[in-house]
């Protein structure tokens, strides 16, 4: 079955710290995978994708992302964290032909002073 | 920037209740999209709907939900009978081709 896993419920860093988000994902065929944030009480704001390409890719505020098919993951990474960058945040995959697109659990992240 | 306008932006209902909850897609997106969350936890897919006629349901989307575009800009979604449980927040997302959907802010419904 196609899936997308967030292993983390919660990631705590200090400001100023690197931060990494981990997704990992089971499709069949090419995965398109993403990432999007949510603060409270608003939708989800998208950051980034992979569809092909260079494995890195960058995205708003700072954001990037690594595919990694081997290890069949896309963990979220900032280099220096900000205290506003604390959110919800969801991977999520496409795969193949279909255009719906299926989120993990989510893992809060709070970026403490 | 266009964006996915959603009302109400929250709806208090008595349980046995219909609610329909209304999307305003961007405009040239072909794709429309519900989705739930309840609580602030995990994104659910319910419906994808295109070319006028739904794509895909998951098992949440029963036979109380439908979907529909009522004069080919609104996307609505109705819930005929609520329960205690559909209390949530209801997303709308749209998508044209560029990989990424497109939110809305939400409609909140409390079911009491």
């Known amino acids: 079955a196609q899936s997308v896993a967030q292993p983390e419920d919660q990631v705590n860093v200090a400001e100023g710290n690197p931060l990494t988000v981990k997704c990992t994902y089971s499709?069949?065929?090419?995965?398109?995978l993403f990432w999007y944030v949510q603060y409270p009480n608003r939708g989800l704001q998208f950051l980034l994708k992979?569809?092909?390409?260079?494995?890195l890719v960058k995205g708003s505020y700072g954001f990037e992302a690594e595919f990694n098919k081997s290890q069949t993951s896309f963990h979220l990474k900032k280099p220096s964290a900000l205290v506003s960058d604390s959110a919800l945040y969801f991977c999520?995959?496409?795969?193949?032909?279909?255009?719906?697109?299926?989120f993990g659990a989510g893992t809060r992240l709070t970026v403490k002073p | 920037e266009p964006e996915v306008t959603q009302t109400p932006s929250h709806q208090v209902t008595q349980m046995g209740q219909e609610v329909i909850l209304r999307c305003v897609p961007i405009?040239?997106?072909?794709?429309f999209y519900w989705y739930r969350q309840i609580l602030g936890q995990k994104v659910e897919f319910l419906v994808s709907?295109?070319?006028?006629?739904?794509?895909?349901k998951s098992e949440i989307f029963d036979d109380q939900f439908s979907v529909e575009r009522p004069d080919g800009s609104n996307f609505t979604l109705k819930i005929r009978s609520t329960k205690l449980e559909d209390s949530a927040m209801y997303f709308c997302?749209?998508?044209?081709?560029?990989?990424?959907?497109?939110f809305g802010e939400g409609s909140r419904l409390t079911v009491l």
């Open positions: 999520a995959v496409r795969w193949g032909n279909n255009n719906d697109m299926r």
């Open positions: 499709v069949s065929g090419n995965p398109y």
């Open positions: 992979y569809i092909t390409g260079d494995n």
């Open positions: 405009s040239n997106h072909l794709y």
């Open positions: 709907f295109y070319n006028n006629e739904i794509s895909e």
């Open positions: 997302a749209t998508y044209r081709d560029t990989g990424e959907l497109f």
